[in-house]
């Protein structure tokens, strides 16, 4: 076996045994790219890639957020790498959200934050969700509306009236992301949250709140003041 080969081997069994034993906090973000590349790339020198990488997309959030097409232009990715990396983006978001589960009570902003936003993680287009709760603030349903663009994402309020009273919802929280943007409701936005809110109050269902994510930051439409106009919003706030 050529003397490079071995060295690489030796480097991967080193980097696997300190993971073993450290765990990922004293890792740099290429040295963690770096371990999750051995088993896509089998043989070979993964750190000049993991450099690539975030050279490319800027940071580890970014490599993690991007897509599959952009990640295979980097050189050294393939269909193999790419598929990797978006799998651990959709692993994370699973084990965030799985924590999650089981009777949860959303009584403040903070709460419906921290509930809502790990359900975006690595999605790189536009994603609406809608949460229902009874009539205790607890999750009875979460589910996700519709994905658009990067853009934008159709909401159907006869879809959310209909899944609200199939679940006997006294309350409601919307949620989507800007994949590529700030946490700053659009004058869509806003307009679907008027309508939503709209249609649900002649059926005695509160809209709570709509919030808008962008990677781990949001905005409370509610906190915010917009939803002050909205019809037939009351007491609405968390």
Known sequence: MPKQEVSHKDHRKRMKSRFLLEGLDNFESHNILELMLFYAIPQGDTNP???????????????LNASVENLCQVKGVGEHAATLIKLFAAVSRRYLDDGNSGGVL??????????????????????????????????????????GSVNSVPIFVRSI???AIAVNASYVILAHNHPTGFALPSGDDIRTTQAVSAALAPLSITLLDHLVVAMEDYI??????????CAGLVGGKL
């Not at 690595?122 to 349903?141: F, N």
């Not at 409370?220 to 939803?227: F, L, P, R, T």
């Open 49 to 63: 890639v993991a450099h690539r990488l975030l050279e490319e997309f800027g940071s580890f959030s970014g490599v």
């Open 106 to 147: 959303l009584n403040s902003t903070e709460e419906a934050g921290r509930f809502i936003v790990p359900k975006f993680v690595g999605r790189t287009v536009e994603t609406a969700y809608l949460v229902c709760l009874d009539s205790k603030r607890k999750v009875i349903y979460c589910g996700i509306l519709g994905e």
């Open 161 to 163: 009236v209909e899944k």
């Open 220 to 229: 409370s439409m509610q906190d915010s003041g917009i939803m002050d106009g």
